[in-house]
């Protein structure tokens, strides 16, 4: 899998109710939770790397260093981008960075590794909770 450092990609969503703060238990707080946030940012990178995946495999996060700049309400749309900084075997290296229809709301780094046989790196974790 050959993706060459600078690549990028982009993703939307609109906030909604069920993805702010509010929704995640911090009553009242009705903005983007960082959670989805950082969600939204994961979803760049893989979008970045997911169309030269071979068949079977997938990418999973293994670090998120991220800081979030700025609120966003409900019904406003977040761009996410990630652009590929370096790769160095299984591992891949992003600058991530997001803006609502009026700020930069987030910027940070993101670590993705390739997992080759994603069926078999699912088995073994099922069987850490005995299932």
């Known amino acids: 899998m050959e993706i060459k450092a600078g690549a990028t990609a982009e993703v939307i969503i609109t906030v909604t109710a069920d993805r702010t703060a509010d929704a995640m238990g911090n009553r009242g707080v009705k903005v ?3 959670p989805f946030l950082v969600g939204l940012l994961e979803n760049a990178c893989h979008a970045v790397v997911g169309p030269h995946l071979p068949p079977g495999a997938g990418t999973v996060g293994t670090m998120v260093e991220m800081r979030h700049l700025a609120p966003t309400p409900v019904g406003m749309n977040v761009r996410a ?3 590929l ?3 160095n ?3 891949y290296l992003f600058a991530v960075e997001a803006w609502d229809d009026k700020d930069k709301i987030a ?6 590794v ?5 069926e078999k ?3 073994r974790a099922m069987l850490k909770g005995g299932a």
Do not use: I, S
Not at 107 to 112: C, I, L, P, S
Not at 114 to 118: H, I, K, T
């Open 89 to 91: 075997g299984k591992r």
């Open 32 to 34: 983007l939770a960082t």
């Open 114 to 118: 390739l997992v080759l046989d994603m």
């Open 85 to 87: 900084l370096e790769t």
């Open 121 to 123: 790196f699912l088995e």
């Open 81 to 83: 981008k990630a652009t």
């Open 107 to 112: 910027e940070g780094k993101h670590e993705r």
